[in-house]
T-cell receptor, first 115, second 112 residues
């Protein structure tokens, strides 16, 4: 099994619908992140969490919310999806004791299309 | 000014040549720097990390860091068609650390 698992892998949804993207990890890492990727824009941080009780907004949090249900689970919700939220979404984890050298572990991504 | 900047490319190099990628960053407090490779539709994979000025070599890859000039570069020697991908520069910014800011990526095309 993958260390960081994202579900679903692909999703098409309609404008105005609520949708949840899920991320679970077996790395035992405290720190988890949600990024979105658009062509030419690299990865932009949506939300991050350094432990279960710690949730922080990233640079593009508007229109999104998150829930850290457990150390291993971090979900991203789009309350009312809009077409410009069409993107590739990545979940990532890191170990603070090793992060300086090892960066992140990424999930396989969720390709979301809002029509 | 974006926090982390890269030339979007594409950078076209013949097979066997050296590919040279550059990245500049704005936060002088940045401590750790990473290069990720990303194939189309796939997740980024870490290929190099560097946190001290100078060069760091790993196989065909060399990362170079110059904190005074605020740039980090990646050299790919003996480029292979399998190196064709987008390369993302990432910088660990902020006092709390461990929150990566990514550049937009440089697309590399290695032609046989």
């Amino acid at each position: 099994d993958a260390d960081v698992t994202q579900t679903p892998r692909n999703r098409i949804t309609k404008t105005g619908k609520r949708i949840m993207l899920e991320c679970s990890q077996t790395k035992g890492h405290d720190r988890m992140y949600w990024y979105r990727q658009d062509p030419g824009l690299g990865l932009r941080l949506i939300y991050y969490s350094f432990d279960v009780k710690d949730i922080n907004k990233g640079e593009i949090s508007d229109g999104y919310s998150v829930s850290r249900q457990a150390q291993a689970k971090f979900s991203l919700s789009l309350e009312s999806a809009i077409p410009n939220q069409t993107a590739l979404y990545f979940c990532a984890t890191s170990d603070p004791s090793a992060a300086a050298n090892y960066g992140y572990t990424f999930g396989s991504g969720t390709r979301l299309t809002v029509v | 000014q974006k926090e982390v900047e890269q030339n979007s490319g594409p950078l076209s190099v013949p097979e066997g040549a050296i590919a040279s990628l550059n990245c500049t960053y704005s936060d002088r407090g940045s401590q750790s720097f990473f290069w990720y490779r990303q194939y189309s539709g796939k997740s980024p994979e870490l290929i190099m990390s560097i946190y001290s000025n100078g060069d760091k070599e790993d196989g065909r890859f060399t990362a170079q860091l110059n904190k005074a000039s605020q740039y980090v570069s990646l050299l790919i020697r003996d480029s292979q068609p399998s190196d064709s991908a987008t390369y993302l520069c990432a910088v660990n910014v902020g006092a709390a650390g461990n929150k990566l800011t990514f550049g937009g990526g440089t697309r590399v095309l290695v032609k046989p």
